[in-house]
């Protein structure tokens, strides 16, 4: 699968490249084993982000997951989007510190205004660790400016007026 780009300005906390204390997620997209397109992600949780003992936080196993949504939702629907919420959360099976997981996120439908992802994080075996279901929808340069939020270029250049 082919690594995207991810700028090394990113200042994100799940993908940012130098963030001093962020999970440095890196993102390749391709074809699920159903043909689908997905992107994908491969995590492996470390003894300081704990939880219960040697299992993974259940905050930053949500983060992988809205983390992985943004970045389907950025690839595979064409444009800069926001999330609307999370619809559906549920990790049956924390990961374990120490071991590397796998999460995927592919477009429940068409990508359109407003794209359902599914998310969903597993073990290198295939069990299921958790899933999360969330809707998006395009964002523009005014409702950025009009938030008064400052963008890296990267993320504004493609953006409508």
């Not at 609307?84 to 995927?104: D, M």
Request: with cysteine; hydrophobic share 35%.
């Amino acid at each position: 699968m082919p690594r995207l780009e991810n700028p090394p300005e990113n200042p994100c906390f799940g993908c940012g490249p130098r963030h001093a204390r962020g999970l440095h997620l890196q993102y390749e997209e391709g074809a699920a084993p159903d043909g689908t397109r997905e992107v994908r992600t491969t995590f492996t949780p470390k003894a300081d982000e704990i939880g219960w003992p040697g299992l993974y936080h259940s905050g930053l196993h949500f983060t992988v997951l809205y983390e992985v949504s943004y970045w389907a939702a950025l690839t595979l629907g064409g444009r800069l989007m926001v999330s609307v919420g999370p619809a559906v959360y549920e990790s049956p099976r924390l990961p374990r510190v120490g071991r590397p997981y796998v999460a995927r996120a592919r477009l429940a439908g068409p990508a359109g205004e407003t794209p359902v992802v599914h998310a969903f994080t597993e073990t290198p075996e295939g069990k299921p660790c958790g899933r999360l279901e969330t809707t998006w929808r395009s964002i523009g340069r005014d409702e950025i400016e009009k938030a008064g939020l400052v963008l890296p270029e990267y993320l504004l250049a493609e953006l409508p007026p």
